[in-house]
């Protein structure tokens, strides 16, 4: 009996750990998981060995440990399995630390066993007249016990649930590892229970174990997989039709014969009524495929065909399949969303953006004609809207665009370019500029009720250079057209020379750009900020050009152009590195001077303006306090989201962050709960142009109040008089800046500036 156990158990030892081999060398996500679990299976199996081949205490001794001790191994490595068998997401998961600290727990417990013999002890019996030693469980082996069969029921309970959740065609492969489990942890108690030397359920847990490998690793349910296919194919949304070798349909599910309307026990007529319908169906094609449309009575349909050759084992055709599958609601559907992509929802023109490209084809195509260009615009739009609402703002928008097919003729591509804009591309030889200008004059727009004159001012470009962007033609015809925009009896403008000079000049000064920063003729100068007690605080860098051949250029001569350019974007850059140099220079009293930089929005379009200041900081070794941040409120008008992150950013790494002319423009209440600032800016001309003055104060005082409120320094710029100064001394202001304290100055005049304030 002893030596057939132990043959046994050599065998199974053998076959676990070449399973567990071939399971390690697996592709399979779960081949380590059951590497691991057929490896620690092994151990109590060795264990149970060394047991029945023993007939000395001290060999059984250690039999029994390497048997306790793989149980824990084997529990531990089977919950870990079942977790990834059956796909729990528990792995790290504090709730499962409980199961791998208590078999933790119990492996620790043996090694003190040979000191306290707390666990167990051995005691000899004679099992048909051979000698065994068998186990004496104390408390310590209660607490083994206990360990193990939570873990294993734990798992047993993932299988349970696993098998009761997933579709039938995928329990299979749970319930019959479960069932296996389940008769494994019976006969396991069986041997705990009647107390015989030998334990035979080590066959089990190793039958349990080449289950697994195999289910795990190489079980497909093929006769479920074969009733599945059947199933689908028959339910495919796809007319499907199987052919045999002569060609003749042997099937065909019910899309199929629906389409072309035969009974499924009568497949006669298939092929005549397939040819008489699509114009091609592969004929001599093993592997073929097509796209076609087929007109009905009730309108056209449009199909995708698919023909696939069948072959057997040996790879000899027995026939083939034909799938047809009906694509008239996608295609119709994208054909809606080309139109609508393309078309303007309200006025049925092209989008801008097709429009652009439609002019862009046809004047690099058709060399031999010239084209003109027309950027149509509304006067007082929002006007209209306000007054009569947004139904009859629509209206003229309908009839405008209505009035534009109506004069257009063959040759002509037109589309609105945004609200109250409309882009128009000819050939200038269909050009009627009186017969425009007549009707312009006279265009009446009616609600019903009321008659309405609508102004419209034409800026016309005429295309010269084709390869130039569609956008600058438009640009061009738009600065046309903003040389009329005051005017009421003109109508149209076309582009000439001195447009034409305004764009050379910006060409040459962008040209000479990056010349004048290398030569350091783009300096910054700094216009004083001071505290409410006038003792300057710090500084607002500003740039000027000192060019060599136009002299000193006021900013507004060079920074439209590039703002519109995107150069902005290089001058920023410089006075941002002018200003941290600067910062870095200055020591004893102006150690604590600021300077505040400015940032465009183009800046955030062509770099990482977060990463390059806070480069510049640390390349001058300056407290990002010192270098305060300065936006306007058109910063956040695109991508808000983003730029606040970016503006949180700054703030956390200690830059001061302002916004600037908080009360020209359009600043929101809402835009300001939401932006992450230090400084509020405010624009002094909103008071200087306000018709009532007192209420202008109101506002402006309620201003500073929201601003302290809030926790931000409130800066008002622009003041010019002493009065004004007292005025927002006594509202609370915290700074100033402004010409009645300095104008903008060099870095040599605010340094003697700041030595004489110090005085």
């Known amino acids: 009996m002893?030596?057939?156990?132990?043959?046994?158990?050599?065998?199974?030892?053998?076959?676990?750990?070449?399973?567990?081999?071939?399971?390690?060398?697996?592709?399979?996500?779960?081949?380590?998981?059951?590497s691991y679990l057929l490896f620690t299976f092994i151990v109590p199996i060795a264990g149970n060995l060394i047991l029945v081949l023993s007939e000395n205490e001290l060999l059984s001794t250690i039999g029994s440990y390497t048997y306790f001790i793989g149980m824990d191994l084997m529990a531990f490595s089977l919950f870990d399995f079942t977790l990834s068998y059956c796909n729990i997401p528990w792995r790290h998961n504090k709730k499962i630390y409980f199961i791998y600290t208590l078999l933790t727990i119990d492996v620790l417990q043996y090694f003190f066993n040979p000191f306290f013999g707390h666990a167990f002890g051995m005691e000899a019996i004679t099992v048909d007249g051979t000698l065994y030693y068998r186990l004496v469980p104390y408390l310590g082996q209660t607490f083994h016990r206990i360990a193990v069969y939570i873990a294993f029921i734990t798992s047993l309970g993932i299988f349970i649930y696993k098998t009761i959740r997933v579709p039938r065609i995928y329990a299979e492969k749970y319930y019959i590892i479960l069932f296996t489990m389940v008769l494994a942890g019976i006969w396991q108690s069986y041997y705990i229970f009647s107390r015989t030397p030998i334990d035979r359920s080590m066959m089990g847990l190793a039958v349990c174990g080449m289950l697994i490998f195999y289910f795990s690793l190489f079980y497909r349910p093929f006769r479920l997989l074969d009733r599945m296919l059947a199933n689908i194919a028959s339910k495919m949304s796809e007319a499907i039709f199987f052919f045999d070798a002569s060609k003749r349909c042997i099937w065909a599910n019910s899309n199929g014969c629906k389409l072309l309307e035969v009974r499924s026990d009568n497949l006669e007529h298939v092929n005549q009524r397939l040819f008489a319908m699509f114009d091609d169906l592969g004929v001599g094609q093993d592997n073929w495929s097509s796209k076609q449309s087929v007109n009905f009575e009730k309108g056209t349909q449009y199909f995708s065909l698919d023909k696939h050759i069948v072959t057997d084992a040996k790879n000899k055709k027995i026939g083939y399949f034909l799938s047809i599958q009906d694509n008239t609601e996608e295609i119709l559907k994208h054909q809606q969303e080309i139109y609508e992509a393309t078309h303007d929802k309200l006025t049925g023109l092209f989008t801008k953006e097709h429009l652009f490209n439609q002019i862009k084809n046809k004047v690099s195509s058709e060399t031999e004609t010239s084209y003109s260009i027309a950027y149509l615009d509304i006067k007082d739009f929002k006007m209209v809207n306000d007054i009569f609402g947004n139904d009859t703002g629509d209206l003229v928008l309908k009839r405008v665009a209505n009035w534009i097919r109506e004069n257009a003729t063959e040759g002509w591509a037109y589309g609105r370019l945004s609200g109250d804009a409309f882009g128009i591309c000819y050939p200038t030889s269909t050009e009627k500029l009186d017969l425009v200008q007549r009707r312009l004059s006279k265009f009446v727009i009616s609600n019903g009720s009321i008659d309405q004159h609508i102004l419209m001012h034409v800026g016309i470009y005429r295309i010269i250079d084709p390869s130039i962007d569609v956008s600058i033609m438009f640009d061009r015809a738009h600065l046309a057209l903003t040389t009329i925009k005051n005017e009421y009896n003109m109508h149209i403008a076309i582009y000439d020379d001195n447009m034409r000079n305004q764009l050379l000049w910006d060409q040459k000064i962008s040209t000479e750009l990056e010349g004048a920063i290398e030569n350091r003729q783009i300096v910054p100068y700094l216009q004083p900020i001071v505290d409410n007690k006038g003792t300057i605080i710090g500084a607002e860098a500003l740039v000027r050009w000192l060019h060599p051949e136009e002299g000193f250029l006021p900013p507004f001569k060079f920074i439209p152009v590039f703002e519109k350019n995107g150069m902005i974007a290089q001058v920023d850059k410089y006075i941002w590195r002018s200003?941290?140099?600067?910062?870095?220079?200055?020591?004893?009293?102006?150690?604590?001077?600021?300077?505040?930089?400015?940032?465009?929005?183009?800046?955030?379009?062509?770099?990482?303006?977060?990463?390059?200041?806070?480069?510049?900081?640390?390349?001058?070794?300056?407290?990002?306090?010192?270098?305060?941040?300065?936006?306007?409120?058109?910063?956040?008008?695109?991508?808000?989201?983003?730029?606040?992150?970016?503006?949180?950013?700054?703030?956390?790494?200690?830059?001061?962050?302002?916004?600037?002319?908080?009360?020209?423009?359009?600043?929101?209440?809402?835009?300001?709960?939401?932006?992450?600032?230090?400084?509020?800016?405010?624009?002094?001309?909103?008071?200087?142009?306000?018709?009532?003055?007192?209420?202008?104060?109101?506002?402006?005082?309620?201003?500073?109040?929201?601003?302290?409120?809030?926790?931000?320094?409130?800066?008002?710029?622009?003041?010019?008089?002493?009065?004004?100064?007292?005025?927002?001394?006594e509202m609370g202001c915290n700074l100033f800046q402004g010409y009645y304290f300095a104008k903008p100055m060099s870095v040599a005049d605010f340094e003697k500036l700041c030595d004489k304030n110090k005085g």
């Not at 009532?692 to 926790?711: F, M, P």
Request: glycine share 4%; proline share 2%.
């Open 2 to 34: 002893r030596e057939v156990f132990a043959i046994i158990y050599i065998v199974l030892i053998v076959l676990l750990g070449l399973f567990g081999v071939i399971s390690k060398k697996s592709s399979k996500a779960i081949g380590k998981a059951v």
């Open 579 to 729: 200003a941290c140099e600067i910062i870095s220079s200055w020591n004893g009293d102006k150690a604590n001077l600021f300077i505040s930089v400015n940032i465009s929005p183009k800046d955030f379009y062509f770099m990482d303006v977060y990463a390059e200041i806070k480069a510049l900081v640390e390349e001058f070794k300056i407290d990002p306090s010192r270098l305060r941040i300065e936006i306007t409120e058109t910063v956040m008008m695109t991508e808000a989201e983003s730029r606040m992150a970016i503006l949180s950013k700054f703030r956390k790494s200690g830059f001061i962050v302002e916004m600037d002319d908080f009360g020209s423009g359009y600043s929101s209440l809402n835009q300001l709960k939401d932006m992450p600032l230090d400084v509020l800016k405010i624009d002094m001309k909103f008071l200087s142009k306000a018709e009532d003055n007192h209420r202008a104060e109101t506002i402006l005082r309620n201003v500073l109040r929201l601003s302290s409120d809030l926790g931000l320094f409130s800066l008002t710029e622009g003041v010019e008089t002493e009065d004004q100064y007292k005025m927002l001394n």
